[in-house]
């Protein structure tokens, strides 16, 4: 944490934290129509559930992230830090927690995807050590995902 930055508290996600989540990825713009939140985390908590994490300074959770790894590749999803509680070294803190976690279980390498033009975000991977792979991005919905 950043000197005069209070305690980040790191845990991962219980049933109780959704609405508080939910409510953090749809303050930092992280949520989309086509993707319902709910759907989302009731499927990550199928999933490597230990690899969703929250932070909290004192009662308020300010921090999310979910991480997954295929026996190949890590991935990361939802890093959201609340727009106030930015610059104070809190999402630094949950990748760097979610790195250590994917290293322990032989993880070589994690990708992760920004939307174009999200500079900032960019930047920010950058400062931590993450690079611009040479890849193109193609996706595939299997299931429609209409919000409840």
Same mark, same amino acid.
């Given at each position: 944490?950043?000197?005069?930055?209070? =305690?980040? &508290?790191?845990?991962? @996600?219980? $049933? &109780?934290?959704?609405?508080? /989540?939910?409510?953090?990825?749809?303050?930092?713009?992280?949520?989309?129509?086509? %993707?319902?939140?709910?759907?989302?985390? !009731? +499927? #990550?908590? *199928?999933?490597?559930?230990?690899? @969703?994490?929250?932070?909290?300074?004192?009662? $308020?959770?300010?921090? &999310?992230?979910? =991480? *997954?790894?295929? *026996?190949? +590749?890590?991935?990361?999803?939802?890093? =959201?830090?609340?727009?106030?509680?930015?610059?104070?070294?809190?999402?630094? !803190?949950?990748?760097?927690?979610? $790195? !250590?976690?994917?290293? $322990?279980?032989?993880?070589? #390498?994690? %990708?992760?995807? /920004?939307?174009?033009? %999200?500079?900032? /975000?960019? !930047? @920010?991977?950058?400062?931590?050590?993450?690079?611009?792979?040479?890849? /193109?991005?193609?996706?595939? +919905?299997?299931?429609?995902?209409?919000?409840?």
């Amino acid at each position: 944490m950043h000197d005069n930055a209070p =305690a980040l &508290s790191i845990r991962p @996600f219980v $049933e &109780s934290d959704e609405g508080a /989540v939910i409510a953090l990825w749809q303050l930092c713009e992280l949520t989309r129509p086509w %993707n319902d939140p709910r759907r989302d985390v !009731a +499927r #990550k908590l *199928g999933v490597q559930r230990e690899w @969703f994490l929250v932070g909290h300074v004192g009662d $308020e959770l300010v921090a &999310s992230v979910m =991480a *997954g790894y295929d *026996g190949h +590749r890590g991935s990361l999803n939802y890093l =959201a830090v609340a727009p106030a509680m930015r610059g104070r070294g809190y999402g630094t !803190a949950l990748i760097r927690r979610i $790195e !250590a976690l994917l290293t $322990e279980a032989g993880c070589p #390498k994690i %990708n992760l995807l /920004v939307r174009r033009g %999200n500079a900032g /975000v960019v !930047a @920010f991977y950058q400062r931590i050590g993450y690079g611009l792979d040479d890849t /193109v991005q193609l996706g595939r +919905r299997l299931i429609p995902d209409t919000p409840t």
